[in-house]
């Protein structure tokens, strides 16, 4: 049976879900989208997620979200892996549930 959870669904509850704990979210406009007269533009790199966020306790986060059983492509691997070897933090989740998790064991550890 297919999961009728699409990608905003999930992005809907991470965002929600950020932005109590004091996040603030940005939306990030990329693609390949065309000029009135049909012209290609492309707006940011391929692969950058279409959503970061800030928090003033811990710093800049960057997530690719999916719907459900999908994964990040090429590209998108790609960037998640560059940034991450740059020190920020950076994930893709393809659900709400799992990033959850993935935000416990990063930002809630106890020392």
Not at 30 to 50: A, F, N, Q, S, W
Not at 79 to 93: H, K, S
């Amino acid at each position: 049976m297919t999961s009728k959870v699409l990608e905003r669904d999930v992005t809907a509850a991470i965002v929600r879900f950020l932005q109590e704990r004091g996040w603030v979210a940005k939306r990030r406009h990329v693609g390949l989208m065309y000029t009135p007269d049909r012209r290609p533009l492309r707006i940011g790199k391929p692969g950058e997620p279409d959503w970061f966020f800030v928090h003033r306790q811990y710093g800049y986060l960057e997530v690719e979200m999916k719907r459900p059983g999908q994964t990040p492509d090429k590209h998108q691997a790609e960037y998640l892996a560059t940034v991450r070897a740059l020190g920020i933090e950076a994930t893709w989740t393809d659900s709400a549930e799992k990033f959850e998790r993935w935000y416990a064991a990063t930002y809630e550890t106890v020392s």
